[in-house]
């Protein structure tokens, strides 16, 4: 069978054996690493309580922070990764960027695992983009997200609720989201679809202010191709958004408007 029943074991069981495997799973692709400086440019340290797994086996930082080593040989304006070397128990810095294991559930290079990427600014003192490479690609929270620094998922970001990222927000996929906050602005979207009018033209309340419209993109589609349409526009008066085409391939179209607000 392709799924296999490790907990195989009750209260009063003595199956050493069916417990070190439950055990040893519980921790695999374990990340709960706290950096200090995490939110500013300055050079972190790992700090104690930081617990995670490396190959198969769980560490844990006890006694005092781990500084990592390696930064002088970063080069300037470059991305570079904290690893935990393995084969010498220490925290280490390098440009060589890791590949994802399926086995181990982490970003890894040979027996070492990448824990965060940063990167190193042109001046080649800073410590920027402090990111924590977990997930290898879609990434779905049931409620609201914040993240204090930056974010990148490498498929599709799905939040139930509402994200906020404080910094740099980097999505290979979709985004889905009820709203989206940076720092400087809350955005938020509007999709509209319908059919256009004998004219190619159509007008429909949008039900958002329209001093807080940022921006209105429109298709129609001709039956072959979906067209930007010739003008998008929404009235202050009465917030209602006006969409005209050419009436020769446009009439009786289907159309897709986006509109981009702020909150």
């Known amino acids: 069978m392709s799924v296999e029943k490790i907990s195989d074991f009750a209260v009063g069981d003595i199956d050493l054996t069916a417990m070190m495997a439950t055990l040893n799973k519980a921790y695999k692709g374990q990340a709960q690493v706290t950096l200090s400086n995490y939110d500013n440019d300055s050079a972190p340290v790992v700090k104690v309580g930081s617990v995670f797994d490396d190959n198969g086996t769980q560490y844990a930082v006890t006694g005092s922070d781990e500084t990592p080593t390696g930064y002088s040989g970063i080069s300037n304006s470059k991305t570079f990764y904290l690893y935990f070397d393995e084969s010498a128990e220490t925290f280490i810095y390098s440009e060589t960027a890791p590949t994802w294991s399926d086995d181990l559930q982490g970003w890894y290079n040979g027996n070492d695992r990448a824990l965060f990427s940063m990167y190193k600014d042109s001046g080649g003192t800073l410590y920027q983009k402090k990111n924590l490479l977990l997930v290898q690609n879609n990434l779905t929270v049931s409620n609201d997200l914040t993240v204090n620094n930056d974010l990148t998922v490498n498929n599709d970001l799905t ?50 202010t329209a001093n807080k419209v940022l921006t209105i993109e429109a298709l129609y589609y001709t039956g072959a191709v979906w067209t930007p349409v010739d003008v998008a526009k929404i009235y202050s008066s009465n917030n209602n958004i006006s969409l005209e085409a050419p009436q020769t391939y446009a009439a009786n179209k289907s159309y897709r408007c986006l509109l981009i607000y702020e909150a």
């Open 159 to 208: 939040v139930s609720e509402d994200l906020t990222v404080n910094n740099d927000l980097t999505v290979t996929g979709d985004i889905i989201t009820n709203s989206l906050y940076t720092t400087n602005v809350q955005v938020k979207m509007k999709l509209f679809t319908g059919t256009l009018d004998s004219n190619g033209n159509i007008t429909f309340s949008s039900g958002i």
